[in-house]
């Protein structure tokens, strides 16, 4: 290498990752920041975004920073107001295309939606399909241990036989989430 010309090392590379997942968890912090999950406890929204970048990392061992991105993220279209050109300036085509993906048709009836979610499930790319299994396992754990207030035991479990429809109608489901989902599924209320 000639003198004055500097190599990307993979620290670089590392490092740069680092802020770009700090920028979208602050990002999607400032989104979320006056929203409540629907448990007793009304815990802050922002612990749902995270929660699914910590499955995908810490569990399943997903590296790829777009991934860990579009998990952060992945609200932000459905419940604030984020367009996906705000998403694609900010973050990138792949990490808004990601998002994008697994945002539900506003225009749809929440029961429309439900069936949305199965019937769409199969046409989902594999970094959308990471992201949906993580938003599934994160909810099931959710509704068996720390379940919306005001959900009674069968509305629980429907929750939970909707969620094993939405992941048996994926293509090519990563292993590793798959199994954790499914340990996750034999958790049901
Ligand atoms: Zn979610």
Known sequence: MSPGRSRTTSSEVAHAA??????????????????????????????????????????????????????????????TQTTQTELERQFGARVAGIVLEVTDDA??????????????????????QQVKLADKICNLRDVATDPPHDWDLGRRRRYFDWAKAVIDGMKTPDPALLAIFRETYGRKP
């Not at 406890?41 to 975004?49: C, K, Q």
């Not at 225009?107 to 959308?128: M, T, Y």
């Open 107 to 128: 225009s749809l009836h929440w029961q429309d939606r439900k069936q949305a979610q199965i019937d769409h499930a199969r046409h989902l790319s594999f970094p959308a």
């Open 18 to 79: 680092l802020l770009q997942l700090i920028d979208a968890i602050a990002f999607a912090a400032h989104k979320h920041r006056d929203q409540r999950r629907k448990n007793a406890r009304a815990s802050p929204y922002i612990n749902h975004p995270i929660e699914l970048a910590r499955v995908l990392a810490l569990e399943a061992g997903i590296t790829d920073v777009d991934i860990l991105r579009a998990a952060v993220l992945h609200d932000t279209i459905e419940d």
